[in-house]
C-alpha cells in the first residue's frame, strides 16, 4: 500500500509539473519588433520552449525553429499583445517597450571579422571590443535599441598560430551566432527592447541561416533554411514611427535593376505602412554615406538604392538610420532628403580614413550641408529627445560623447565634435 501510494504521489506530480524543459532557463530570452507588434523569443537547448507568462497568467511559447544541422537549439516564440503589463520568460521578466521612447540606442556592424584574408583578434577586447562594457549601453538606459545589421563575420577558419583569434568557431552555425552577437549581447537583450536590421553579412550566402532561425521579424518557413528579402514593416512606437527595410543584398557599385525595381515598390510603400506622424526610416545599407574614400571610390554610395528611391520616399520620413559603413556619421544635405545617420562602428574592423567633418563632400549628387564623423573609434550612437527635435551623440565604448548633432525635422546641427582619442565633449 505505501508503495502503491507513492508511486501515486510520483505520477501526481509528474502531471502537474510543466513539460520536460519548460522549467529549464533559457540560453538567451529578448524582446523584438515584428510586423503586427511585438514578440518574445527565447533559445534554448532543452525538449520544449521554456514557460512563458503574459500579465500574470500561463502563455505558451511555439516553436520557431527545431534544432537542424549546425543549430543544435530551439528558437521560440510569443506573440505579446498591445497593452501588456508585464511578460516573464522561466519567471524571469522581459523588457516591454515604452510608447514614444525618450532614449534609442544605435548600434551595428558588431561581429568580429575572420575571413581568408583578414584576421581581426577576436580575443583581444581592444581589436574586438563590442563584448567589453556593456554597462556603458545600460547606463543610458535606453528604451529600445535599433541593431542596424551585421551580426556574424566569422567566415573563415583562424589562421594557425594566430594567437589574436585562436579557438574560435566559423561559418553559418549556432556556434558562431553566440560568440558574434547572441554571449556578448545577452545584458542588453535582457533590458532592452530590440529592433534588428539584417545586414549585408545575414544574405542567405553568409549568416543568413541563423538570422533566419532566430532574429528574422517573419515567421521561419524556409526549405534552404534562409529566408529571403523581407517585406518593410512598421515598428510602431507610437512617436516616432519607424519602418524597417532590408536592403541587405542591394548592389552598391552599379545600379542593379531587378533590385531596384523591387525596392522602390518598398519605398513607395512607406506611406501605407505609416500614414500619418513623423517618420524614421532604418535599413542597413545607407543610401548616401563616406566611407573610405580611395581612388574616388566611397564605400555608402549605393546607386541601386539611389535609384530604387528617387522621388519615393515621402516627406514624413526625417531620419535613415544605417551601418554598414564602419564609422559613425551623421549628415543632412543640400536637397530635400532624409538627415543619414550611420553607427557601424560597434565592433568589426574601423573605416579609419572616414571622415570626421563631412560637410561639402558631393555623394552620389547630394551636397553635404552639415555633418559629423567619429572615424577609428568603436562606439554607439544614441538618440535622445530633446523638445520637438532629437540630440544624437557619438560615443565611444566607455560612453564617452564624441560627437553631437541636433536633429530637428531633415537638418542636422552639428556643432560638437571631439576628437578622435577618446577626449569627452
Same mark, same amino acid.
Given at each position: 500500500?505505501?508503495?502503491?501510494?507513492?508511486?501515486?504521489?510520483?505520477?501526481?506530480?509528474?502531471?502537474? *509539473?510543466?513539460?520536460?524543459?519548460?522549467?529549464?532557463?533559457?540560453? #538567451?530570452?529578448?524582446?523584438?519588433?515584428?510586423?503586427?507588434? +511585438?514578440?518574445?523569443?527565447? +533559445?534554448?537547448?532543452?525538449?520544449? /520552449?521554456?514557460?512563458?507568462?503574459?500579465?500574470?497568467?500561463?502563455?505558451?511559447?511555439?516553436?520557431?525553429?527545431?534544432?537542424?544541422?549546425?543549430?543544435?537549439?530551439?528558437?521560440?516564440?510569443?506573440?505579446?499583445?498591445?497593452?501588456?503589463?508585464?511578460?516573464?520568460? &522561466?519567471?524571469?521578466?522581459?523588457?516591454?517597450?515604452?510608447?514614444?521612447?525618450?532614449?534609442?540606442?544605435?548600434?551595428?556592424?558588431?561581429?568580429?571579422?575572420?575571413?581568408?584574408?583578414?584576421?581581426?583578434?577576436?580575443?583581444?577586447?581592444?581589436?574586438?571590443?563590442?563584448?567589453?562594457?556593456?554597462?556603458?549601453?545600460? &547606463?543610458?538606459?535606453?528604451?529600445?535599441?535599433?541593431?542596424?545589421?551585421?551580426?556574424? #563575420?566569422?567566415?573563415?577558419?583562424?589562421?594557425?598560430?594566430?594567437?589574436? !583569434?585562436?579557438?574560435?568557431?566559423?561559418?553559418? *552555425?549556432?556556434?558562431? @551566432?553566440?560568440?558574434?552577437?547572441?554571449?556578448?549581447?545577452?545584458?542588453?537583450?535582457?533590458?532592452?527592447?530590440?529592433?534588428?536590421? %539584417?545586414?549585408?553579412?545575414?544574405?542567405?550566402?553568409?549568416?543568413?541561416?541563423?538570422?533566419?532561425?532566430?532574429?528574422?521579424?517573419?515567421?521561419?518557413?524556409?526549405?534552404?533554411? !534562409?529566408?529571403?528579402p523581407g517585406a518593410p514593416f512598421l515598428a510602431d512606437f507610437g512617436d516616432p514611427k519607424l519602418i524597417v527595410m532590408d536592403v541587405a543584398t542591394a548592389d552598391e557599385r552599379s545600379v542593379?535593376?531587378?533590385?531596384?525595381?523591387?525596392?522602390?515598390?518598398?519605398?513607395?510603400? +512607406?506611406?501605407?505602412?505609416?500614414?500619418?506622424? %513623423?517618420?524614421?526610416?532604418?535599413?542597413?545599407?545607407?543610401? %548616401?554615406?563616406?566611407?573610405?574614400?580611395?581612388?574616388?571610390?566611397?564605400?555608402?554610395?549605393?546607386?541601386?538604392?539611389?535609384?530604387?528611391?528617387?522621388?519615393? +520616399?515621402?516627406?514624413?520620413?526625417?531620419?535613415?538610420?544605417?551601418?554598414?559603413?564602419?564609422?559613425?556619421?551623421?549628415?543632412?544635405?543640400?536637397?530635400?532628403?532624409?538627415?543619414?545617420?550611420? *553607427?557601424?562602428?560597434g565592433g568589426d574592423e574601423l573605416h579609419t580614413t572616414a571622415p570626421s567633418d563631412p560637410t561639402?563632400?558631393?555623394?552620389?549628387?547630394?551636397?553635404?550641408?552639415?555633418?559629423?564623423?567619429?572615424?577609428?573609434?568603436?562606439?554607439?550612437?544614441?538618440?535622445?529627445?530633446?523638445?520637438?527635435? @532629437?540630440?544624437?551623440?557619438?560615443?565611444?565604448?566607455?560612453?564617452?560623447?564624441?560627437?553631437? /548633432?541636433? &536633429?530637428?525635422?531633415?537638418?542636422?546641427?552639428?556643432?560638437?565634435? /571631439?576628437?578622435?582619442?577618446?577626449?569627452?565633449?
Open positions: 500500500m505505501i508503495r502503491f501510494r507513492a508511486r501515486a504521489a510520483l505520477l501526481l506530480a509528474l502531471a502537474a *509539473s510543466p513539460a520536460m524543459g519548460q522549467g529549464q532557463p533559457p540560453l #538567451y530570452r529578448w524582446v523584438q519588433y515584428v510586423p503586427g507588434g +511585438i514578440e518574445a523569443r527565447a +533559445i534554448t537547448r532543452a525538449t520544449e /520552449c521554456p514557460a512563458a507568462a503574459i500579465d500574470g497568467q500561463p502563455a505558451a511559447m511555439r516553436v520557431r525553429a527545431a534544432p537542424g544541422p549546425d543549430f543544435p537549439i530551439r528558437v521560440c516564440a510569443l506573440a505579446i499583445p498591445a497593452g501588456a503589463a508585464s511578460a516573464v520568460i &522561466a519567471g524571469a521578466p522581459l523588457p516591454l517597450p515604452r510608447p514614444n521612447p525618450e532614449r534609442v540606442l544605435l548600434l551595428g556592424d558588431t561581429g568580429c571579422r575572420i575571413t581568408t584574408i583578414v584576421n581581426q583578434s577576436c580575443n583581444d577586447p581592444a581589436d574586438w571590443p563590442f563584448p567589453a562594457r556593456p554597462d556603458a549601453k545600460l &547606463a543610458l538606459k535606453p528604451d529600445v535599441a535599433i541593431h542596424v545589421g551585421d551580426f556574424h #563575420y566569422r567566415e573563415s577558419a583562424c589562421r594557425p598560430l594566430n594567437r589574436g !583569434c585562436a579557438g574560435s568557431p566559423h561559418g553559418d *552555425s549556432w556556434a558562431v @551566432w553566440e560568440e558574434d552577437f547572441f554571449k556578448p549581447a545577452r545584458p542588453l537583450l535582457e533590458a532592452t527592447p530590440f529592433v534588428f536590421v %539584417r545586414g549585408n553579412h545575414e544574405e542567405c550566402e553568409r549568416g543568413g541561416k541563423g538570422w533566419s532561425r532566430a532574429l528574422d521579424p517573419y515567421p521561419f518557413a524556409s526549405a534552404s533554411g !534562409c529566408l529571403g542593379n535593376r531587378r533590385q531596384a525595381a523591387r525596392l522602390r515598390a518598398d519605398f513607395l510603400a +512607406i506611406p501605407a505602412l505609416a500614414p500619418a506622424g %513623423r517618420v524614421w526610416l532604418t535599413m542597413h545599407r545607407p543610401i %548616401r554615406a563616406a566611407g573610405v574614400a580611395i581612388f574616388n571610390f566611397i564605400i555608402g554610395d549605393n546607386r541601386t538604392l539611389a535609384a530604387a528611391s528617387k522621388d519615393a +520616399i515621402p516627406a514624413s520620413v526625417d531620419m535613415i538610420l544605417s551601418g554598414h559603413v564602419h564609422t559613425f556619421q551623421a549628415l543632412s544635405w543640400g536637397a530635400d532628403l532624409p538627415a543619414q545617420i550611420v *553607427s557601424g562602428n561639402g563632400l558631393v555623394i552620389n549628387g547630394a551636397r553635404v550641408k552639415h555633418g559629423a564623423g567619429s572615424p577609428g573609434v568603436f562606439g554607439f550612437a544614441l538618440l535622445e529627445r530633446a523638445g520637438a527635435s @532629437w540630440r544624437l551623440t557619438s560615443r565611444d565604448m566607455e560612453g564617452r560623447t564624441l560627437a553631437v /548633432c541636433l &536633429a530637428s525635422g531633415r537638418e542636422l546641427a552639428c556643432d560638437r565634435v /571631439c576628437g578622435s582619442g577618446g577626449k569627452s565633449c
